[in-house]
Nanobody, 112 residues
Framework: QVQLEESGGGLVQPGGSLRLSCVGS???????IGWHRQAAGQERETDGF???????HLYPSAKDRFDISRDVAKRTVYLEMNNLKPETTAVYYC???????WGRGTQVTVSE
């Protein structure tokens, strides 16, 4: 099973944009991969996922400002985040839908 690693987090001002990357250890085209976030003291929630065929589904909390895409040749799934707000500060994770294994995630902090 392919292993995933997140990167691209950082400090961004409100209203700014950020693109997170999720790189696979092997071919990602055969997997459904989701993006999730967990804010301090809160439960983990799902932003969306991308399917085997490259179709994406964004959950309501992410639908207006986030987008998910992938580059199979680079073994990478992206989470594009726009118009960021302080309440989207969290650790962001990518995960195979059919796996129970979580990576270390990447911290996104939205602040002045």
């Amino acid at each position: 099973q392919v292993q995933l690693e997140e990167s691209g987090g950082g400090l961004v001002q409100p209203g700014g944009s950020l693109r997170l990357s999720c790189v696979g250890s092997g071919d990602i085209s055969g997997y459904v991969i989701g993006w999730h976030r967990q804010a301090a003291g809160q439960e983990r929630e799902t932003d969306g996922f991308i399917t085997y065929s490259g179709h994406t589904h964004l959950y309501p909390s992410a639908k207006d400002r986030f987008d998910i895409s992938r580059d199979v040749a680079k073994r990478t799934v992206y989470l594009e985040m726009n118009n960021l707000k302080p309440e989207t500060t969290a650790v962001y994770y990518c995960k195979l839908r059919d796996s129970h294994s979580w990576g270390r995630g990447t911290q996104v902090t939205v602040s002045e």
